[in-house]
């Protein structure tokens, strides 16, 4: 073989696999102490704006670490995600979240993704006036649902520059190999929370010899269309409102015990109804009481004795258009496509009317031009250690079926943890979650395949 046929082989074999080594020596982090939390350190690192165009225009990342407390015992490196998206994982990895043992074995890290916390955040909330709403009866209301996000898409993408077009999960993923070369670790572990498990799986696929191990804690299946995506939450919603009832009934603290839930529901609904906006509330509402979940709060709400619930999740309206719309085929181009959408959604959530997030979510993406720039498939993590997938049983925001869908993708390197309780992330509910997932961080031995549940 001729040098010049032996160099053209290998820069078509580099070329065809996102893990190939780059050539070039990796940039550091020039690390500092974090100005709001004395035990971490903070720091940047300048990455491609556009990764298929290395050597053109280039913007920084956030990067945060707890350094491990017992470097004589250290493993290694602990890569976190808190999701969202528009949860900072910089301030994430300085959190209380942790074990001591995994905070003295590992350096976490959390790396800002891209228009989040202090990685050119996408900030457009005030922007976003004058919104029709969000279930359409006529093809009038759904066309001005379209012109409504052209415009919103149109003006955030100006006002947030290039970043706004390169945040998909793929783009995080290479963002996050970039951060492990910088640390000069030629592994690293990772554990992603909800939408962080997205990027958890990305990087499998494109890294996965990379990856010492993985824990995806209430997993976001990737692999989900928009049926699956909108009526698997809608499912998942009313089955968080079975068990809310049912312990309603066998608690007789439960504002509503003794009464029938269902009905008082409903009746919580019709009044509503009497105030604009009214019903959405409520709904919104619940499915956070729900989520948590704080059950007493829900029976006292529904009840009519407890304010509305705060929730709030640091940019998430704005980012979202950047990434969950080029994460999944959310396109929503006709009111056709959206009433079949809403129809499935009812049929498989008459209690709660479908589910909060995955319809917000889907009507947010209706009109996007061009399809998503990490479009959904079948997970293929060939390459990837044993992953630790984790889920609650009753879990409104993320379904127990993605995390068994995730395990049905790769039988052969998953293992599933599943805490047989309510609520959205599973990790901190009680010493076997936590204890399981431990082990598996420290040791790469994977944890017995339930947890038992422990009533809020």
Request: with cysteine; charged share 25%.
């Amino acid at each position: 073989m001729t040098r010049a046929l032996l160099a053209a082989v290998i820069l078509v074999v580099s070329a065809g696999s996102a893990s190939a080594e780059p050539a070039e020596r990796a940039p550091s982090i020039e690390w500092a102490p974090c100005p709001d939390n004395a035990e971490g350190q903070c720091g940047t690192l300048s990455v491609p704006m556009d990764w298929d165009k290395p050597r053109g225009q280039r913007v920084d990342v956030a990067v945060a670490r707890h350094v491990a407390s017992d470097p004589a015992r250290r493993i290694g490196v602990l890569m976190v995600d808190p999701g969202g998206p528009g949860g900072s994982a910089a301030e994430f990895a300085l959190s209380g979240l942790f074990s001591d043992e995994i905070r003295a074995r590992f350096d976490i890290v959390g790396i800002d993704s891209r228009g989040t916390g202090k990685s050119s955040a996408i900030r457009c909330s005030d922007l976003m006036t004058d919104a029709p709403g969000i279930h359409p009866t006529d093809e009038a209301g759904f066309d001005a649902v379209l012109r409504y996000n052209r415009r919103v898409v149109a003006q955030c993408r100006e006002r947030s520059g290039p970043v706004f077009d390169n945040a998909d999960g793929a783009t995080v993923a290479r963002d996050m190999d970039a951060v492990r070369r910088a640390l000069g670790e030629r592994e690293v572990s990772y554990f992603g929370l909800s939408y962080g498990t997205v990027y958890g799986q990305t990087y499998a696929e494109m890294f996965g010899d990379r990856l010492r191990a993985m824990v995806l804690d209430s997993v976001v299946d990737h692999s989900a269309g928009l049926q699956r995506f909108v009526g698997d939450r809608a499912a998942a919603a009313d089955d968080a409102f079975v068990e809310f009832a049912r312990w309603c009934d066998r608690t007789e603290s439960c504002a509503l015990h003794g009464r029938n839930v269902y009905d008082a529901w409903e009746a919580a609904l019709v009044r509503a109804d009497g105030e604009p906006g009214g019903r959405q509330q409520l709904l919104d509402s619940m499915y956070y009481g729900l989520r948590g979940p704080d059950w007493a709060w829900a029976a006292e709400y529904i009840a009519g004795r407890a304010g509305v619930a705060a929730y709030f999740e640091p940019n998430y309206d704005s980012v979202r258009l950047a990434s969950v719309c080029q994460d999944f085929s959310l396109r929503l181009d006709s009111f056709r496509d959206y009433t079949r959408m809403r129809e499935n959604e009812l049929r498989r959530s008459p209690i709660m009317r479908g589910t909060f997030l995955g319809h917000d979510e889907a009507m947010a993406c209706a009109g996007i031009a061009g399809p998503p720039a990490n479009p959904p498939h079948r997970l293929d993590i060939r390459k990837a250690p044993k992953v630790l997938v984790l889920s609650a049983r009753h879990d409104p925001t993320t379904p127990y079926e993605w995390a068994v869908n995730i395990q049905r993708q790769a039988p052969r390197n998953t293992a599933l943890l599943t805490y047989e309780g309510w609520g959205h992330i599973a990790y901190p509910r009680n010493a076997c979650t936590r204890g399981g997932v431990d082990e598996y961080l420290l040791s790469l031995k994977t944890p017995v395949a339930s947890c038992p549940a422990v009533e809020p």
